[in-house]
């Protein structure tokens, strides 16, 4: 009798360990996932300050008030038409 109690004792300690284990990395994805998404909002605020015409890409006239893109779009022009869309802008953020 004393053996069964001691197995269902260890037995529930270690399924409750693995759930404040499951809690915890539940709660870490949540927290990760709000800082992506703050990140992302971020990026797109910053981009939607230097893109001041509003059409979607950042010209490297546009550029030239940017402190962040202050050494010119060139570098993050990935596919070189001469401006920035939002996920260039994005790639190069991340870069830095």
Excluded: C, P
Excluded at 15 to 37: P, Q
Aim: charged letters at 20%.
């Amino acid at each position: 009798m004393k053996n069964k109690i001691l197995i269902t004792s260890v037995a529930a300690l270690f399924v409750g360990g693995l759930s404040t284990a499951s809690l915890a990395a539940e709660e870490y994805m949540r927290d990760s996932a709000a800082d992506i998404s703050d990140v992302a909002a971020d990026t797109t605020e910053t981009f939607a300050t230097i893109d001041v015409n509003s059409d979607g890409m950042i010209t490297a006239e546009e550029a030239q008030s940017s402190t962040t893109l202050s050494g010119g779009i060139s570098s993050a022009d990935a596919n070189q038409d001469g401006s920035l869309d939002v996920s260039e802008f994005s790639a190069f953020e991340a870069a830095q």
